[in-house]
């Protein structure tokens, strides 16, 4: 897991660390040194720590003028034992809200397990953006990820799934990204708000 790096292509219009309406503004890198882990395997040292024990993020872009972010994670989402999505919600997502950003990309492809538990904290993000036309799409779930997040019901407050399981991000502009995906919830029923 310490090769997988958060994808980079994109750092020369945006990084989160030099960003001052950022959460992670300011924050310095050793990419010698291999601190953090999920279960007993160190991850590499660009990923960014927000409270859970087992899943990190990068916030890869963000759109001020368009409202949108585009986070990438890696790890196990465990809200059953860690309650991950407080953090994620608590430390960076209000953080953003705050910021005026209503529209949120997380790619998933790199979370290896979700545990579900209380729905509630995705209910407040439902709610926290959809008078702004906000929206939550989660890019490149894997199967057993997606059937654990059906099996919480999460799918009443943000998109996973179907026509968002098989996107080629990485090749992409940021903008594309977006576009593509508010063109998909634009034509598929499963738009929420």
Known sequence: ????EPHYLW?????????????????????????????????????DSFG???????????????QYAILELIG?????L??????????IIDALIQEEIYKFILVCENVLNFHGDDDSY???????IRDEDGWVCLLNTLPHVEEEMQDTRLQSFINFGGPFSDINWRPQKPKTIYE??????????????
Request: some cysteine.
């Open 1 to 4: 897991m310490h090769d997988i």
């Open 11 to 47: 750092r020369d219009e945006y990084t989160a660390e030099e960003d001052a309406r950022s959460p992670f503004f300011g924050r310095q890198y050793d990419e010698f040194q291999f601190s953090q882990k999920v279960y007993n395997y160190y991850i590499h040292p660009q990923w």
């Open 52 to 66: 859970s024990a087992t899943l990190y993020l990068k916030i890869i872009f963000v759109d001020y003028i368009e």
């Open 76 to 80: 196990e989402w465990n809200d059953c």
């Open 82 to 91: 860690h309650n991950d999505i407080m953090f994620l919600k608590r430390e």
């Open 122 to 128: 995705y209910e407040e993000w439902y709610e926290d």
């Open 180 to 193: 593509a995906i508010e063109g998909l919830l634009q034509t598929t029923t499963k738009r929420l708000y």
